[in-house]
């Protein structure tokens, strides 16, 4: 892929979860924004992120995730889990802590859904 992102997609049920490694910023957020639109265009309402292999997020990213956040809220859920130390600092410096539905578990994440 050359952005630092790799995504792989599984659809278990009515949940589709993304596994997400690398980076996530400006040079690949559009691709993230890209597919989790695909997803919801397609009917999809519950998208879990398992961000356990992401190592870091940028602004962009951030405003991916809040995006997809706000648009599922309104007929879904977005649930993202796993979330290292570092990336959660940025997360909870930016505010979005108390925006995002964060859980520490994927089963925590599969069980608010």
Same mark, same amino acid.
């Given at each position: 892929?050359?952005?630092g992102?790799?995504?792989?997609?599984?659809?278990?049920r009515?949940?589709?979860?993304?596994?997400?490694?690398?980076?996530l910023?400006?040079?690949?957020?559009p691709?993230? +924004?890209?597919?989790?639109?695909?997803?919801?265009?397609? *009917?999809?309402?519950? =998208? %879990?992120?398992?961000? #356990?292999?992401?190592?870091?997020?940028?602004?962009?990213?951030?405003?991916?995730?809040?995006?997809?956040?706000?648009?599922?809220?309104?007929?879904?859920?977005?649930?993202?889990?796993?979330?290292? +130390?570092?990336?959660?600092?940025?997360?909870?410096?930016? *505010?979005f802590?108390? =925006? %995002?539905?964060?859980? #520490?578990?994927?089963?925590?994440?599969?069980?608010?859904?």
């Amino acid at each position: 892929m050359g952005t630092g992102l790799t995504i792989h997609i599984e659809e278990e049920r009515d949940l589709t979860v993304f596994r997400i490694d690398g980076r996530l910023d400006a040079s690949n957020a559009p691709l993230l +924004e890209r597919k989790l639109r695909e997803m919801m265009d397609g *009917g999809k309402s519950k =998208i %879990l992120l398992d961000f #356990a292999k992401v190592d870091y997020l940028s602004s962009a990213g951030m405003r991916v995730l809040l995006w997809a956040t706000k648009t599922l809220n309104e007929s879904g859920h977005l649930a993202i889990t796993l979330i290292g +130390e570092e990336v959660m600092e940025i997360i909870k410096m930016a *505010g979005f802590d108390t =925006i %995002l539905h964060i859980y #520490a578990t994927e089963q925590k994440a599969i069980d608010a859904f």
